[in-house]
């Protein structure tokens, strides 16, 4: 290996290794010059290394050897005795340093063992117990006890021998976020720390061990162990023999942009369609009665363009469930599919979309679609959502104002609603059911065209995504690949629509995409 290549390595971690003498000598001006010396040893004897890729092991070990050559060279302390000494035994540094690293040795490997294994050692070794009470502490038999004592101790002598260099995920983790598509979400509070989801996105791929994940995220076995228990409980994780491979779709950075580059032009040739198929059916709309059909010809457009979008997702929606079956049962009881992504949901086009909002009566429902090229002027979360509900459909048939609902205030200081003469007014185009089939019935050929582009969309999503997710989870490609990419299909006619002007984002707070009906 060339003596420039490895300066180049040994700059960028040039840190590491100061941080590794610090932690032998807790003198920063003695650790400066143990790292000066294993810099040095280093570019002496580099020219020995044929592998580059072993250059890091080769680079610890130098460190090692340097650092013990160091401690041979301090000089004992001596200690004057009177005429009663009788003698003592002197540990020398160096020796004191080989039981302390033999003793972390010791520790690092049995933190990596599995939870039977470790067990069963600890319980003999450390606890003093024989291998008969361990059997029945342990509700095993007595060959199973020294099978584990013997494959442990063989474990221990390989571990003892290897360098092991803890993974990037222990320094740096990976960006896991969760989604979720279905009847019941229970499943966000799983990943609300870094751990679970670097376990997924480790094990995504290729089946790993405990011991390769604990290496890997520099995190102790018993430590892993209960996280693991728990994502195998709700099915994010399988066990394949004595290894885990992650058991839910991740749709990658790589994946989502060799998509985005393959299905611009099908979206770009249907907005065209779309936009001029939209202006020729204003006129007959403006004529349908309905709560502020009165709006200029903007604001009309946004509340149409997306009505037809929603329409034509529910429509798509439920002709994918007839065609590739209804979803799969997960483990709080509801259908539906978990899946994730490997980056800050720097791919999503929605700050959320609420399709179907009904009272507990039954006699009003509002749909909610938050693009986020319009988050500055519509932005719609409720804190409380039954709350949140009884109130908007309240605005939507125009009740009388229910002065104990806590979100009422909220709403209308946020501008969704308000009030006149005790009753609530929405702001927010309102239909009954009769003007909104009417409006369907009109727009069926826009709604169908809209249809086409999603399915073709998500045709394409499908071959795609079969080439960037491990083989055992191609037979669930179909069915997300639909859920994730017709929403996409909305937010891609939406956005080319602003981008080509068709469509204008106000700077105040309007309430663009939201309508409610009266039932």
Not at 25 to 40: F, M, S
Not at 112 to 132: A, D, F, M, N
Not at 147 to 171: C, D, I, N
Request: hydrophobic share 40%; proline share 3%; charged share 25%.
């Amino acid at each position: 290996m060339e003596q420039q290549k490895a300066a180049q390595i040994i700059s960028e971690n040039l840190k590491t290794l100061f941080a590794y003498s610090m932690s032998k000598l807790y003198d920063k001006e003695q650790a400066e010059d143990l790292t000066n010396d294993i810099v040095c040893e280093i570019l002496k004897s580099v020219h020995r290394l044929q592998n580059e890729e072993a250059f890091y092991g080769f680079m610890w070990k130098i460190a090692e050897n340097t650092f013990r050559k160091r401690i041979r060279k301090t000089k004992p302390q001596f200690v004057d005795f009177d005429d009663t000494y009788v003698g003592t035994y002197w540990i020398t540094p160096e020796e004191e340093y080989i039981k302390t690293e033999e003793m972390n040795l010791l520790r690092r490997e049995l933190s990596l063992l599995s939870k039977q294994y470790r067990e069963v050692t600890v319980s003999y070794y450390i606890h003093g117990k024989s291998c008969s009470d361990i059997a029945l502490e342990f509700d095993i038999s007595l060959e199973m006890v020294k099978y584990y004592l013997f494959k442990t101790r063989k474990l221990l002598k390989e571990g003892f021998s290897m360098t092991r260099e803890f993974g990037e995920k222990s320094y740096n983790p990976g960006t896991f976020r969760m989604d979720f598509w279905g009847g019941r979400n229970s499943y966000f509070e799983l990943f609300s720390r870094k751990l679970p989801g670097n376990i997924v996105l480790f094990a995504y791929d290729t089946p790993v061990t405990l011991q390769e994940l604990s290496v890997e995220l520099g995190v102790s076995a018993v430590y892993l162990e209960e996280e693991i228990d728990i994502l195998m409980k709700h099915d994010i994780i399988r066990k394949i023999g004595e290894k885990y491979q992650t058991n839910i779709i991740i749709f990658t950075d790589a994946y989502e942009k060799m998509l985005a580059e393959k299905i611009r032009p099908i979206y770009e040739a249907y907005v065209e369609r779309f936009h001029a198929e939209l202006i020729g059916l204003l006129p007959k709309l403006t004529a349908f009665t309905f709560q502020d059909n009165d709006y200029d010809d903007n604001r009309l457009k946004w509340t149409f363009a997306n009505l037809f979008i929603k329409l034509a997702l529910s429509r798509f929606d439920e002709r994918m469930q007839k065609q590739l079956g209804e979803y799969p049962v997960l483990s709080n009881g509801s259908t539906g599919f978990v899946f994730g992504y490997d980056n800050d949901y720097v791919h999503h086009h929605f700050n959320g979309i609420y399709g179907h909002c009904q009272n507990k009566a039954g006699s009003a429902y509002f749909s909610v679609t938050n693009y986020r090229i319009i988050e500055k002027c519509q932005n719609w979360h409720p804190h409380m959502w039954d709350a949140s509900i009884e109130a908007m459909c309240d605005a939507v048939l125009g009740a009388p104002a229910d002065e104990t609902n806590e979100m009422l205030i909220q709403l209308i200081e946020d501008g969704f609603l308000s009030g006149k003469g005790g009753r609530l007014i929405a702001n927010f185009p309102v239909f009954t059911e009769d003007v909104l089939a009417q409006i369907e019935a009109l727009a069926e050929p826009l709604i169908e065209e809209v249809c086409s582009c999603m399915q073709e969309i998500c045709d394409t999503a499908t071959k795609t995504l079969k080439d960037y997710v491990p083989r055992a989870l191609q037979s669930k490609c179909a069915q997300l690949a639909c859920i994730h990419h017709q929403m996409d299909a909305m937010a891609f006619i939406i956005e080319t629509m602003v981008k080509r002007k068709q469509l204008i984002v106000p700077d105040e707070k309007v309430n663009l995409c939201i309508y409610g009906v009266q039932k």
